[in-house]
């Protein structure tokens, strides 16, 4: 009888473990980090995070049934925090490059970027491009494509860990140019009041690059949860819907 007892209490006991180990391993949601300096893809306003990616996110979730939501993060850390585990993903404009295939994978495309000069209206007439910039300081962020980009060109390179404050020391007369990417610049040249009639972009973008969102390296299961998220996000024409609010078509 006691054996019995026994018996039974193991099968129960094993039972509830298998239970719960299968409840561990459930999903509800995903996190996905985003550096809030790089309106309009995301930034804060009002005290809230917003932008292109902040909404296409839980859109993506959407189409597939699964929260998906944003959470602010210095691009200084962000990948850090994506190969140890803080977070599911990095939305933030990431580039693809070869580099960075190496240690994290990409979702489809998202949009298509290049990186270009923004210099003050009243040297429009002196520069045409990065080309016309040698031996002169260049405002970047430091870590971004832009940022590696300069390493091709003789330039006085000057980081910044945001890069509005590339744009004010451009405006201050403190560095010559900034360089950022096409889709940022658009936000500061053509949509915001305080800048469009003081700075221009010089020429056409010096680089061509996708971007996209990067998850753990080997971590099949949501790269896929996403890529068919953007599939039906595009084929209902809310992705699309989503890129003209945000100025991006």
């Known amino acids: 009888m006691k054996k019995t007892i026994l018996t039974m209490l193991i099968l129960v006991l094993a039972a509830t473990l298998v239970f719960a180990q299968g409840k561990k391993?459930?999903?509800s949601g995903y996190v996905f980090a985003s550096d809030a300096t790089w309106p309009p893809l995301e930034f804060v306003e009002n005290g809230q995070l917003t932008g292109f990616e902040v909404e296409l996110m839980p859109l993506i979730g959407e189409k597939v049934?699964?929260?998906?939501?944003?959470?602010?993060i210095p691009w200084d850390t962000i990948f850090a925090g994506l190969a140890n585990g803080a977070y599911d993903g990095v939305a933030s404009g990431v580039t693809?490059?070869?580099e960075r295939k190496a240690t994290m994978d990409f979702s489809t495309p998202i949009l298509t970027a290049g990186q270009v000069v923004i210099?003050?209206?009243s040297d429009s007439s002196k520069v045409n491009g990065i080309d016309d910039l040698g031996g002169k300081k260049i405002g970047v962020q430091i870590g971004t494509t832009g940022d590696f980009a300069?390493?091709?060109y003789p330039v006085q390179r000057k980081a910044y860990d945001d890069i509005g404050l590339a744009i004010e020391d451009l405006l201050n007369g403190n560095v010559d140019a900034a360089v950022c990417d096409s889709l940022i610049a658009s936000d500061f040249v053509?949509?915001?009041e305080n800048y469009k009639n003081r700075l221009v972009v010089a020429g056409a973008p010096f680089t061509e690059e996708d971007i996209a969102i990067a998850v753990q390296k080997g971590n099949k299961a949501l790269l896929d949860l996403i890529n068919k998220g953007l599939e039906a996000a595009k084929a209902d024409g809310s992705f699309d819907a989503l890129k003209k609010k945000w100025n991006l078509l």
């Open 150 to 152: 300069l390493e091709n």
């Open 96 to 98: 693809v490059t070869e």
């Open 25 to 27: 391993e459930e999903k």
């Open 119 to 121: 210099i003050r209206s």
């Open 190 to 192: 053509l949509a915001n």
């Open 65 to 72: 049934g699964v929260q998906m939501t944003v959470k602010n």
